[in-house]
């Protein structure tokens, strides 16, 4: 079985570096736009060939698709073009919204399964992959009925063997959970790394004094901005009201804070608190 | 030498566990408002003994202030007022103006080092206390100008020997730079909790989407309300003004994205990648 990955970066690189320890007869074809990605994923047995996209899609069985979603959206016509008729193209975009409506108009809509594994780091490339990323991870699948049973059942298959649990939704309820629980989330990280950069232009005095907690809220901040731009785009309108509903927070919390209203600021904590159980459950996951 | 913990939580008590190690013959006297806290801390082999405060202060060589903020402002005139001559008293509060304004029109200014290590976790108590806490974190001293050298080479041998290394500076200085890298990060943490628990009523769907990215940056909202509201409302004008530059770059970043205007966005995303540089330095520290 020939297996294409477009984009082995983090995403396509982790994924195939779990289906080759499950699949040892499995042959992975890379393709890259950077020709040094291409070589530090061969040197790193993540692939075994590197091809354009073309001559790959049309070798293989199973094309993924793990490029940032601005890329999928843009490659993903001429994949289902050249892909071979009883083949199965999977992306794994952070979005579905926009990636979905681009397939729904391809004649060969079946053959796509659109699926986001909730799984990521804060590093990107063929570097940064490793087999452990996905097993153990969430993973949504999105208008299921869509896709044709063989493409279906394939990917699925997968997925179970790569150790993932499976979810099932509309690009819609995705794109506006993923709002809040994922792109909210890294823009307040971003947004708090240049805060404390501006302000703190000597690197030195954060490093002295910042703690673990710092490291741990700002993590996010190091993210691909070539990976998330393109995601903010797309969920755009989910995103701009999560951040509405979170800058309301933070203004509250100001106004709380600048009327020495000590009550409320802990009430407001004590609800925040609340977050525990559920942080305490995605811990033991 | 007879060391009291005024607040056997977190921080009091892994400073205890800590110098027990250092210093098998210090003898350990525990207070603390809750009677609970005392009993677990004895059980956990932290303190010695439990006594009221002005009972422990009186028999102390050394006591050590862990409690909330606004407690170390209201005990700390008290605290002073008990101790005796050649003893020492040290707060590990994480504000330092005020207390140290209430420290400086006691007579017995000379016997107090303010203190504040830069370490913590989101949990508090006395059974979240452990040894491991404060080895290797950086720990500041302020107005150290205004403590007698027995007091301030007292406080200075510990914290040394408890693995942690010393900065100095004035406490004006010190709330500054923590409104920017401990405050906010907190505050930030807190509001996104909020919006994410309003935004998703049913908390299934925020445990099956999200992934490990939402963890780190939402932890700090797991933090005892009772700790940070004092430290908020006392750093007031600071943490004001770091969430009104905060909510700047929200905004900033809202309209941006609302514009579909991709370069500016990876250009925000660019400029906080900065904060790679720093965070990659204390995780090795």
Redesign the interface.
């Known amino acids: 079985m020939n297996v294409s990955i477009i984009g082995i970066g983090l995403l396509g690189g982790s994924f195939a570096l779990v289906l080759r320890e499950k699949y040892p007869k499995m042959h992975f074809i890379g393709v890259d736009t950077s020709p040094v990605n291409g070589q530090l994923a061969l040197a790193k047995g993540i692939v075994d060939d590197v091809m354009p996209l073309a001559e790959a899609v049309s070798k293989s069985d199973l094309v993924v698709m793990a490029t940032p979603v601005n890329v999928i959206i843009d490659l993903l016509p001429a994949v289902l073009d050249h892909l071979p008729s009883s083949a199965t193209v999977i992306d794994l975009g952070s979005t579905k919204g926009s990636i979905c409506d681009v397939a729904d108009i391809h004649p060969k809509r079946a053959q796509f399964v659109a699926a986001h594994p909730?799984?990521?780091?804060?590093n990107s490339g063929p570097g940064a992959a490793f087999r452990e990323l996905l097993p153990g991870?969430?993973l949504?699948i999105c208008d299921s009925d869509k896709s044709n049973t063989e493409s279906l059942t394939l990917a699925e298959s997968l997925f179970r063997d790569a150790g993932m649990k499976l979810?099932y939704m509309t690009p819609k309820e995705h794109d506006l959970?993923?709002a809040?629980?994922?792109h909210?989330?890294?823009?307040?990280?971003?947004?708090?790394?240049?805060?404390?950069?501006?302000?703190?232009k000597d690197?030195q005095?954060?490093?002295?004094?910042?703690?673990?907690?710092?490291?741990?809220?700002?993590?996010?901040?190091?993210?691909s901005?070539?990976m998330?731009?393109?995601i903010?785009?797309q969920n755009?309108t989910n995103?701009?009201n999560?951040?509405?509903?979170?800058?309301e927070?933070?203004?509250q919390?100001?106004q709380v804070?600048?009327d020495?209203d000590?009550a409320t600021?802990?009430d407001?904590?004590?609800?925040?608190?609340?977050?525990?159980?559920?942080?305490d459950?995605?811990?033991k996951r």
């Open positions: 909730m799984a990521g780091t804060e991870k969430n949504i979810f959970h993923l809040y629980v994922s909210l989330s890294h823009i307040s990280a971003f947004a708090l790394g240049l805060t404390v950069l501006e302000k703190e690197e005095a954060i490093f002295d004094m910042a703690s673990t907690g710092f490291s741990s809220t700002v993590r996010l901040a190091k993210s901005p070539q998330w731009a393109p903010f785009d755009r995103v701009s999560a951040l509405a509903a979170y800058i927070f933070l203004q919390f100001k804070i600048d020495q000590v600021s802990l407001f904590m004590k609800r925040a608190n609340v977050i525990r159980r559920v942080l459950g995605i811990e």
